[in-house]
């Protein structure tokens, strides 16, 4: 009779449901071989909806693979934070591109994001946009966002013939569609969200040592409670967005 270590390695082959159900140690009444047994069956029901996901998420790419050659996903990161840039990403698939798991960044364990990150990049063609402090404040956010992933395009190495962009358009004279919560609909957006979440959460990671106190390798940015009260007690930092509440009414009391 096999140890349990030995099933382990044998049923860790399987890749379908049907493999492990005509394995010979489906009778067998260990209770540790039926707990390994089940826990093998959900990681395959969990790789087969993570499958399912991804293709479903490949309809808007498929639907134009027959008309256009680079499909370039948009998406930004930084819109609600009262401190730092904005920072958008551009990435263009390879048609054969698979990453089952792939998801809106903001749904994604950090060490996920970091790992799909170094996938990406190693895989793709991708360009990174940023608007500064300054061009949000000067602008507002929304006009930042889409100066961000206009440069974000400019950065890539190949010039799309298509853009699907996080629900916005840019207008940058290269056909575009804009799909609400794109992120978790399309793979390509889900790409540039990876790349533009862990960019900018990096930069923010970053200010720490320039701007001690605040913590912004912690909330990167946002109005948290420890960070307001940082705000508050140590005022505006040179990365504060002046013309966001409560920044404005620190740097210009009535």
Known sequence: MKTIKEIEMEISACTTMDEINASMHVND???GVIRLLDKHRRRIEN???????YRAMNRYEDALRDDVQYIAGIDEAGRGP???????AAVILPEDFHLPGLDDSKKLSSNKRLRFREIIMEQTDYGIG??????????N????????MKRAVENLARVPDHLLVDAMTIGVGIPETS??????NSV????????????????????????PGYGFGGHKGYGTKDHLKALHSLGASEIHR???EPVKSVLFPR
Do not use: C, N
């Open 179 to 184: 799909i609400i919560k794109g992120d978790a």
């Open 130 to 139: 940023i608007a500064s402090v300054e061009e949000i404040d000067e602008l």
């Open 82 to 88: 009262i401190a730092g840039e904005v920072v958008a």
């Open 242 to 244: 002046q013309t966001f």
């Open 47 to 53: 790789e087969s909806m993570l499958e399912d996901k």
């Open 29 to 31: 009444d260990r209770k």
């Open 188 to 211: 390509s957006i889900a790409a540039a969200s990876v790349i533009a979440k862990t960019e900018r959460d990096m930069m923010m990671a970053a200010y720490d040592a320039s701007y």
């Open 141 to 148: 956010i929304y006009q930042a966002s889409r100066l961000a």
